[in-house]
Nanobody, 122 residues
Framework: VQLVESGGGLVQPGGSLRLSCAAAGFTFSSYTMAWFRQAPGREREFVACISSSGDDTYYADSVKGRCAISRDNAKNAMYLQMYVLKPDDTAVYYC????????????????WGRGTQVTVSS
């Protein structure tokens, strides 16, 4: 199993960024996919998740209205488009997979990527 995040980087406050997650080694289209993030000194935090079909999504209140999660099952890929980024969005962003729908706690996710750093700073 492999999950590989990409697309992180340095962005100014108010800017946008699109993260990608490439999956391999499991039946991607059968899994709920999610994004989590972890800032230095803080616990890993749920950001958003998307159902196996892509029909349902759920967002943390902290990013609602500023993020859009999507997936392409034909490409075994998931994305997170982020808008109006704030310094508080600075964190390592991880993609994760679970066979059940909608958990927001990290312990319910079976597979994890290594993360991509997002830094929001002027």
């Amino acid at each position: 199993v492999q999950l590989v995040e990409s697309g992180g980087g340095l962005v100014q406050p108010g800017g946008s960024l699109r993260l990608s997650c490439a999956a391999a080694g499991f039946t991607f289209s059968s899994y709920t996919m999610a994004w989590f993030r972890q800032a230095p000194g803080r616990e890993r935090e749920f950001v958003a998740c998307i159902s196996s079909s892509g029909d349902d999504t759920y967002y943390a209140d902290s990013v609602k209205g500023r993020c859009a999660i999507s997936r392409d099952n034909a490409k075994n890929a998931m994305y997170l488009q982020m808008y109006v980024l704030k310094p508080d969005d600075t964190a390592v962003y991880y993609c994760a997979a679970t066979p059940i729908w909608g958990p927001t706690r990290a312990r319910y996710y079976d597979y994890w990527g290594r993360g991509t750093q997002v830094t929001v700073s002027s």
